[in-house]
């Protein structure tokens, strides 16, 4: 008899029923039927993919959360737009009747100048710091009061600036025209001079860019001066040159009701699926210039002002070619918040079959872990008793004097 073969598979049995209790009682406590890699090494497999998906479906579900109150407040600021707009048609169409005084124009102008500034505000829509309609230039107003003439900080009467005077490099300087729309954005490279910019704005003036009476100069103060522009919209200037220091409109240069846009036409989009993803900017430069919104307004005023009814009848009608204008831009933005809903609701129950997958994957039922963890009890406890009888019983039990 090999007596001695018996207490290693003893003890062997004891570590496995040890080991099967301790997997029901994690069972139990986790509600987990595979709890580490060697449990189910198939199901581990399967459930990193799950997972991974399920990362997915969260980050595309916080870009959604994070979207719909942004685009939902530029398309509020569209509807108030339109509001304005509705409200300037039935100002001009009453300018126009022929019934009414030169003062109750001036007065209705007036009212229209109000509708104006509520357009711009609306234009100029922040979100959490994000302006809106700015396109990627989203930091700044997108729209800015316009005038005829910029000057320079930089140069002196003592210390001037002169068309030889150096640009930094990679600096840029920006002129946005109210009249066309356009702007030149310049950036300057070694060893470009303001003699250089000056030329950039004479081609940009011939190409149609800029308005014409758009040039660079250097004044009796030494300063740089771009303009005086002679359109009847005027312009912004702004740079980041140190070498000019900052744009600022000359003294009594402004254009009254007249606004140029200063932001850019790129447009963001966001991955809100594994094959989907949305626009989620409109550019001021498509909502708001593409549809002549600030210059059929301005245009209005300047009728109501000194027009005759004609003048007011056929500038109301641009006001209401315009308001058409928005109407149809407003339709991507709006498709695209009514896809951000759907794919929220479509992410939503994913959601819910991915953890449904997971749980039937690895997970466990409390009455199966309870049923698991009772036979393992019992299990255990008849290892330890077949156990008892085995591990006491030495070679020399078997020696010793009867």
């Known amino acids: ?42 199901a581990s497999a399967n459930m990193v993919s799950s997972l991974a998906e399920s990362a997915n479906v969260d980050q595309y579900t916080k870009n959604i959360s994070s979207l719909q109150s942004q685009m939902q407040t530029a398309d509020a600021s569209l509807s108030d737009v339109v509001t304005s707009l509705n409200s300037a048609i039935t100002a001009g169409t009453s300018g126009a009747s022929g019934t009414v005084t030169l003062a109750n124009q001036a007065a209705t102008a007036t009212q229209v100048q109000g509708l104006l500034s509520s357009v711009v505000a609306s234009a100029n829509t922040s ?36 068309m030889s005077t150096l640009l930094t490099p990679d600096m840029v300087t920006t002129i946005s025209d109210a009249a066309t729309g356009g702007s030149l954005v310049y950036k300057a490279s070694s060893p470009e001079t303001i003699g250089d910019l000056a030329t950039a704005i004479t ?27 002679s359109g009847t919209d005027g312009i912004v200037v702004s740079t980041n040159d140190p070498a000019l220091g900052s744009m600022t409109a000359a003294s009594g240069t402004d254009v009254a009701n007249s606004y140029a846009y200063v932001g850019n036409s790129s447009v963001n989009s966001v991955q809100i699926g594994d094959s989907l993803s949305v626009t989620t900017n409109l550019p001021g430069s498509s909502a708001f210039l593409g549809t002549n919104v600030m210059g059929s307004l301005k245009g209005l005023i300047s009728a109501l002002q000194s027009g005759s009814s004609v003048q007011i009848g056929a500038a109301t009608a641009a006001v209401s070619t315009a308001l058409n204008a928005v109407g149809e831009t407003r339709v991507p933005l709006d498709n695209s918040i009514s896809e951000l809903n759907s794919q929220e609701t479509f992410l939503g129950q994913e959601t819910v079959n991915l953890k449904t997958a997971q749980t039937a994957l690895v997970g466990v039922t409390l009455s199966t872990a309870a049923t698991n963890l009772s036979q393992a009890e019992l299990d255990n406890n008849a290892v330890l008793a077949a156990s008892a009888k085995v591990l006491p019983q030495t070679l020399l039990s078997y020696l010793a004097p009867g």
């Open 203 to 229: 081609n940009a003036v011939t190409a149609g860019t800029l308005s014409a009476g758009t040039t660079a100069t250097i004044n009796a103060a030494g300063h740089l001066q771009i303009g005086p522009n």
């Open 1 to 42: 008899m090999r007596v001695g073969s018996m207490v290693p598979d003893a003890q062997y049995a004891m570590q496995q029923s040890q080991a099967a209790l301790a997997t029901a009682l994690q069972q139990v406590s986790t509600s987990l039927r595979v709890n580490q890699l060697s449990d189910d090494p198939a």
């Open 127 to 162: 979100y959490q710091g994000t302006y809106l309609f700015g396109g990627t230039s989203s930091s700044t107003p997108p729209f800015v009061q316009a005038s005829t003439t910029f000057t320079s900080s930089a140069g002196s009467t003592a210390t001037p600036l002169s």
